[in-house]
């Protein structure tokens, strides 16, 4: 079972400034199989980025996701107050089987 | 697609809860259906897949023991059920259509509630 670790567990920033979340694997996976969601209180998850790299419909360009095989990243380039909330890597390169990593709260 | 969810349910120690989820906009065999906890203050936890159309399921390692993902095409609803309920399983409960590509869409959440 693949084990995704995220860091930090919090990121205290605030608007316009850059945010970069890590994602790491317990064993190589395809980026091809790597998306991001972002949650917020009381609200289901988004999906925020698929395919490592794709941006899913509507979301901004601010948005984006890179890496490979172990370490992937999720990059907000200038946060908006929008974007303050808990954010999670999610893989299904072993599928069928499915992993999330822990999240990271993104906060002000 | 939707996927709407049953209501919270309140259960004891020990007994079985079943939550259901009515898929609709989208043939439920084209996709499968995933089941995710997550316990209050806490991040998500896949809990399993099935696919409707064959109905073969895959459970995760830590639920493997207790969860059952069924899918009923003439009702276009899954249900997942955990057994052996304990205090640690109190948590909101999403079913989902994660299809690796944009189409990607989460019930509105279950609260279940374990508690003597």
Redesign the interface.
Known sequence: ?VVLTQSPGTLSLSPGERASLSCRASQPISSS?V?W?Q?TPGQ??R?LI??GS?R??GIPDRFTGSGSATDFTLTISSLEPEDFA?Y?C?Q?GDS????????TKVEL | GQLVQSGAEVKKPGTTVKVSCKVSGVPLSAY?I?W?QQARGR????MG?VDPEDGEA?Y??NFQDRVTITADLSTDTVDMELSSLRSEDTAIY?C?I?A???Y?F????TLVTVSS
């Open positions: 079972e199989y998306a969601y949650q289901s998850p999906l698929y395919a794709t899913a419909t808990v999670y999610h299904y069928p089987r499915n992993s999330f990593g822990q999240g | 499968y995933h995710v991040g998500l936890q896949w897949l895959v995760a390692e999403y989902a994660m690796g590509n944009d990607d989460w019930g509105q959440g």
